[in-house]
Each structure stands twice: as structure tokens, then as C-alpha cells.
């Protein structure tokens, strides 16, 4: 059950896209979509942002978006704003009914 | 309103045990799947344990298997996560979260355990 990869940070400007990936293998999530993301502010719970890879839970803002392309799952945020400034986390089931995380996302609004 | 709330958590020495309970509150708990996670002190998540709607199916990480039980009490809006030999590396914020079978959608604020070795 060896977490998801994720890059440990990354950074934008306010105005900018920036991309999330998350890669796992095809034991992982590479026969399913069921890929959700969570983003989570310092000392606070997560909360979802996609699920089923590209789905966005009412509430959520359009500027958040989700893909998945073989075993590589992508969480893009457009037009940053400074209040997405979390760390990301990507979520799977996986074969043998067990789920895992990615090790997270540092996200950095410059 | 919280819709969930967790509770139980403390402080306890290794090899002790703890039973965490989660609350839920404005919502029709015996339709959803009910989650636990935790996240060590400046960790990332960790997937704990997965309970379906009826308490038939319950999953487990490799590494509290047999260590810890998930339940989950309909009449009473309750889930719980009974932890026993517990280890240092334990030591987390211990979430439960509502939503489907592969996603949890909706998250408690945490309860945290810290074990002393």
C-alpha cells in the first residue's frame, strides 16, 4: 500500500494555472476513476475539491479542475487566488479493496 | 451544525488501547459509507479504515490490521475505531469522514492520539 507520488511543492503567481500531478501504477488507480483531491488549510480538515477524477462537488469553484491519463491523475487550479494556498492530496482506490493517498502538495500562492 | 464530531483521543501509553467515536449529526448516517484517517504530526493522510452502510464490509491499512476494528452503531448516528497495542507510531490526528464507498466527501474536524513509548 506504498502512497501515491506527488511533487512535495509547487508554486504560482495570483492570476496563474498551476497543475497537481499524482502517479501510482495501474494496480493503483490506473483501471478506475475514482480519484478525488483534498485540499487542506494548516490545522484545519480536509475538504474535497474533485471527485471521481473530474468531478467538482457543489460549492467548489470552477476554477478547480481534474484529469486522469493512464496511471497519472492531474488537479489543475486556475486564475490562483491567494486562499488556495494548501497543501493538495490525492485519494484512490486500488485493487485488493484498500485505498491510499498521495504524500501531498505543498501549494505556494507567490 | 458539525455534521461530525470525533472524540476519544488522548494520551496513552504504548501497547494501551483506545476507542475513538465519531458523532454524526444532520445527515442520514446508515446511507453512507463512513471513513477513518489520520495524519501524524506534520505528515501527510493516511487511509485508516473503510465501513460500509450496514457494518457488512469493513477494510483496513496493512498496518492496524488486526490491531484495529472500525464499527459503526446506526441507531446511535456513531461510528467508532477501537485501537488496541497501539504503537508510537500511532501518533496522529485521527479523522472520520462521510461519502461513498471510494471517496469520503464530508470530514470531522479530528481528535488526536499520542502515544508515549
Known amino acids: 500500500q506504498s502512497a501515491l507520488t506527488q511533487p512535495a511543492s509547487v508554486s504560482g503567481s495570483p492570476g496563474q494555472s498551476i497543475t497537481i500531478s499524482c502517479t501510482g501504477s495501474s494496480s493503483d488507480f490506473g483501471g478506475y476513476n475514482y480519484v478525488s483531491w483534498h485540499q487542506q488549510h494548516p490545522g484545519k480538515a480536509p475538504q474535497l475539491v474533485i471527485y471521481d477524477v473530474s468531478n467538482r462537488p457543489s460549492g467548489v469553484s470552477n476554477r478547480f479542475s481534474g484529469s486522469k491519463s493512464g496511471n497519472t491523475a492531474s488537479l489543475t487550479i486556475s486564475g490562483l487566488q491567494a486562499e488556495d494556498e494548501a497543501d493538495y492530496y490525492c485519494?484512490?482506490?486500488?485493487?485488493?479493496?484498500?485505498?491510499?493517498f498521495g504524500g501531498g502538495t505543498k501549494l505556494t500562492v507567490l | 451544525d458539525v455534521p461530525l464530531v470525533e472524540s476519544g483521543g488522548g494520551l496513552v501509553q504504548s501497547g494501551g488501547s483506545l476507542r475513538l467515536s465519531c458523532a454524526a449529526s444532520?445527515?442520514?448516517?446508515?446511507?453512507?459509507?463512513m471513513t477513518w484517517v489520520r495524519q501524524a504530526p506534520g505528515k501527510g493522510l493516511e487511509w485508516v479504515a473503510n465501513?460500509?452502510?450496514?457494518?457488512?464490509?469493513?477494510?483496513?491499512v496493512d498496518s492496524v490490521k488486526g490491531r484495529f476494528t472500525i464499527s459503526r452503531d446506526n441507531s446511535a448516528n456513531s461510528l467508532y475505531l477501537q485501537m488496541n497495542s497501539l504503537r508510537a507510531e500511532d501518533t496522529a490526528v485521527y479523522y472520520c469522514a462521510r461519502g461513498s464507498k471510494y471517496c469520503p466527501f464530508g470530514w470531522g474536524q479530528g481528535t488526536l492520539v499520542t502515544v508515549s513509548s
Open positions: 465501513i460500509k452502510q450496514d457494518g457488512s464490509e469493513t477494510y483496513y
Open positions: 444532520g445527515f442520514t448516517f446508515s446511507t453512507y459509507w
Open positions: 485519494f484512490s482506490y486500488t485493487s485488493s479493496d484498500t485505498w491510499v
